[in-house]
């Protein structure tokens, strides 16, 4: 399966769009039991053809080191059989989710007699532009056929064989389920000038979801005539209060921080109140020395940790997608919801509290996508939410926010019920 780029970008790329716009028009009308048969299907064929996928992110994974990928992109590169099994567990849970296209509500009777509601529509055509990430393949593709829509995905380089072998079994599925194969198209070249075009073809393309480093999702900002769901950071924290058990907040600062390095929802900064830093840092710092987590701190946090590494201004600005920590020691839980609100980047924060006022109030105040009480922000995901996966996290305020699922793929438009009202 060789890399070969069309002849000509532009055409390729508008017959792409043409061949989703037509295929989205059949999605938005198919029933729940040929979307969800779709996703069984292709779970089916994914379990089937594991050896397959796993031969093909080989490939990929031989080629990826060759190029000196750092290590943050080849872990999210590296398919094992877990998360082969997790991809299609991922499908199967879409298939138990309530299917919202056509759901209708908020009916109210107006005083000219009409009923006005909201029914839940399709976006239409998703694109999504994603490295390294084989299994964004599979999980947008299931996400966008649930939902009704139809999609243009566009994988990094890295991933080009896995993400066609992934591509083969979706086309199975749509096809064993009676719905267009071009209701998810993968592109076929790595080439940056079909980003280019997917970004710019409104006229095909309703909204534009970005999956990968902070490059590439600021180029797609910059440059995209399509909406745009997005974060360009993840730099979480977890705060320490001083009524916080010690034991959970041990537990969550290592798991949240040490689980895995490269995820969005790793927590990249740990705060502790000043009255419990004594007790509690020196045993947090047990376990990342022993797990080779390079610590900086403040002066508070180094006057404790004689071993912590001076932290600069910008380390409190940094996703590091590296076993790096930034800790720093503060007053109270303002001061804590000060700095998260200065320097987070609007993804996820959480308190470890035993106080359910302090909880309440940190939940209420810090501005991120998803705010978390004695809990990991490692919980940041699609599938620990319930929504089967995830299309991306969006740290933006309008449409959607946090882990975007089924819901945040559609949209709504007024119904009005009516019995032969006019205006007067």
Partial sequence: MDIQAPANIQSYMQNVGRQARAASRAMAKASTGAKNAALNAIADAIVRDAAKLLAANSRDMEQARAD????????????TDKTIATMAQGLREMVALPDPIGNMGDFKYR???????????PLGVIGIIYEARPNVTADAAGLCIKSGNATILRGGREAFHCNQAIAACVKEGLAAAGLPETAVQIIETPDRAAVGEL????????????????????RISRDARVPVIKHLDGICHVYIDDEADPAKAIRIADNAKTHRYAPCNTMETL????????????EIAAIYRKKGVEMRGCAATQAILKDAIAATEEDWRTEYLAP????????????????INTYGSHHTDAIVTEN???????????DSASVMVNASTRFADGFEYGLGAEIGISTDKIHARGPVG???????????????????
Wanted: hydrophobic share 45%; no cysteine; proline share 4%.
């Fill in 356 to 366: 359910y006022t302090k909880a309440r109030q940190f939940l209420r105040e810090v």
């Fill in 324 to 339: 790096i920590i930034a800790i720093r020691v503060v007053g109270d839980i303002d001061q804590a919801m000060d700095h």
């Fill in 111 to 121: 005083p000219s007699g009409i009923q006005v509601g909201k029914m839940r529509v």
């Fill in 199 to 218: 970004i710019t073809m409104s006229e095909f393309v309703d909204v534009i979801v970005p999956r990968g480093g902070k490059g590439l999702i600021e």
């Fill in 68 to 79: 000196g990928l750092e290590p943050a992109m080849l872990d999210r590169l590296q398919l």
């Fill in 271 to 282: 705060l502790v109140n000043e009255n419990v830093a004594e007790l509690i840092l020196p």
């Fill in 406 to 424: 089924l819901e945040g793929l559609t949209s709504e438009k007024w119904i009005v019920l009516g019995d032969g009202e006019v205006r007067v």
